[in-house]
């Protein structure tokens, strides 16, 4: 996979704040990553250095082999796509318009701005003024905005807050057509369980500091999370699967016909044949492996304070 974005040893400061510490990460072609952390973990910061809006105090940021707050930054950055955390647009001008003045700036075709409203849901709002829109309209017309140029690389911050779930299910049909099409996407998010099926990879910030990153199967690997089996089983025969099992278990919750279990990742295997051996009591199985937001819980756990 080709490399498309390369942080090596970052260090951003504001002052006496450290926001970024030595982060090192590469983004491919064609992969969509979650960057996720509490508040002022550093997530927008580390767009920002991957705009070349701000230059770091120490490491290297290159985007497609060049540095974005250098020369060449303007150049670079048509070819970037960003939707910022909050936005503003001027009240009066109408989407349409508002469009075409991005497409402008970023000197890229006006022919594709009704396709991009009409993408984001808002072909009847194109002649309406912005300052009539909802919060979620403009949130999707900043989205849309982010989308001018077809560009290669993609960066969200936070792209669903605030927007309800119809609006927050059509930005994520969005990036999984740009996922698609080759586009390279790094989307911040606190929506952890919403995102984990649109991306490839999470990277986790804690205090400037990536303390985590991979996709979902090595994290959980390295976390070390239990896998969760719920079992709906023929009434009064709890006790009987529960004697028969000789794999290391926890019981975390038991009923008249329910029961649910949690078994390390590396026994899991075992616990599946020994519970195919008990199929006759057994109704119902359903195999729950830690998501994102119980990963990152967990993680952050473990930092030390
Ligand atoms: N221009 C600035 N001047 C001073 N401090 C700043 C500046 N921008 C960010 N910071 C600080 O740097 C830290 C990281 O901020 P950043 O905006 O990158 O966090 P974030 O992870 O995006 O947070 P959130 O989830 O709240 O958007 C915070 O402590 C923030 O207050």
Redesign the pocket.
């Known amino acids: 996979m080709n490399t498309i974005v390369t942080l090596d040893g970052v260090t ?1 400061r ?2 006496k ?4 510490e030595n982060a090192t990460l590469t983004l491919g072609a064609g992969e969509a990553v979650a ?1 996720v ?12 250095l991957v705009l070349g809006l ?1 230059r770091p105090n120490g490491g290297t940021v290159r985007v497609l082999e060049k540095d974005p707050a250098g020369r060449k930054g303007a150049q670079l950055r048509r070819r970037l796509g960003f939707l910022p ?1 909050s936005v503003a647009f001027h009240s009066a001008m109408t989407g349409e318009e508002l469009l075409g003045f991005y497409a402008r700036l970023k000197r890229a075709p006006h022919s594709a701005n009704k396709a991009l409203l009409h993408q984001v849901g808002l072909a009847e709002a194109t002649h309406r003024r912005v300052g009539t829109y909802s919060k979620g309209m403009r949130q999707r017309l900043a989205l849309a905005q982010a989308l001018i140029g077809t560009p290669d690389i993609l960066l969200l ?2 792209p669903t807050s605030g927007l309800d779930p119809a609006s927050r299910a059509q930005v994520y049909a969005t990036i999984d057509r740009l996922r698609a099409s080759g586009a390279t996407i790094l989307v ?1 998010t ?1 929506a952890l369980a919403e995102i984990e099926p649109h991306v490839d990879r999470a990277i986790l ?1 804690h205090q ?1 500091r990536i303390i985590a990153a991979g996709d979902l199967a090595s994290l959980r690997k390295n976390a070390r999370l239990p896998t969760r089996i719920r079992l709906k089983v023929a009434p009064c025969s709890t006790e009987k699967i529960l004697t028969s099992l000789h794999s290391d278990i926890s019981l975390l919750h038991r009923s008249a016909d329910r029961l649910d279990l949690a078994v390390a990742q590396t026994h899991k295997l075992d616990l599946l044949l020994e519970l195919a051996a008990l199929r006759d009591m057994i109704e119902d199985l359903h195999v729950e492996e830690p998501g994102l937001e119980a990963l990152y819980h967990h993680l952050m756990s473990e930092v030390p304070a």
Not at 17 to 20: D, K
Not at 41 to 46: E, P, Y
């Open positions: 951003k504001y002052g704040l450290t926001a970024l960057l952390g509490h508040n002022g973990a550093g997530k927008t910061t580390l767009m920002k701000i955390e911050d936070e911040s606190h910030l400037g």
